[in-house]
């Protein structure tokens, strides 16, 4: 009945209070089920959107392990695997707790044998992790924005340390009008880097930016 009446109007589920991205609803919506913040989709609507656009353009068939750096309710796990066929390992960071049990509970996204959940810092994940990648996506937001030490360079430089020659990142930089020095900054890193071909999708789904780069060196 949910689904039926949701191509009438939203209709909310679940309300949940997240001491890191504050109030988070459980809605359908055109008879989808998709988690939303004050401000923001997080997941499972124009978000899911954006990053399988991105997902699109480059080649998955060939990559063996994927970070995803940020969780937000699993829906980029869920287009990697039902969407793009991808059966490889992923190992999603997330430092809110509250986020990770709505992705297992209200979306059925759990570990598994090929996927890793880690309540953990992607700051400081990246700057620890000796692990090489060969896709990682960045997807940090706290509501509708990006916190601003994952613009810095030092993340920049622990990000492009972690991918494996050949391999990829795609950067979801954030609201196309708030962009600005910080995000700026970020194309420049890597649109400078000898080590990386970048591309620069703007205004996706008439709503965010995202930098898509394949390391092409590792010297």
Known sequence: MKKRLSYIWPLTCNTFDSETNGKLEIIYYNGKKMLNTKDANYSYGSLQKILEYALNKIELKDLKQVLLLGLGGGSVIYSLREKFGFKEHIHAVEIDDKMISIAKNDFNIASSQNLT??????????????????????????NNKVPSQFYSSIFCKNVAKLINKNGYFIFNLGIKGK?????NEVIGFFE?????????????????NVLIGKKISDH
């Open 179 to 183: 962009m600005s020095e910080q995000t």
């Open 117 to 142: 959940i880690s309540k953990y810092d992607a700051y400081k994940f990246v700057q620890e992790s000796k692990k090489k990648q060969d896709l990682i996506i960045i997807d940090l937001f706290i």
């Open 192 to 208: 400078k880097s000898p080590y990386f071909e970048t591309s620069f999708l703007k205004n996706i789904e008439k709503s965010n």
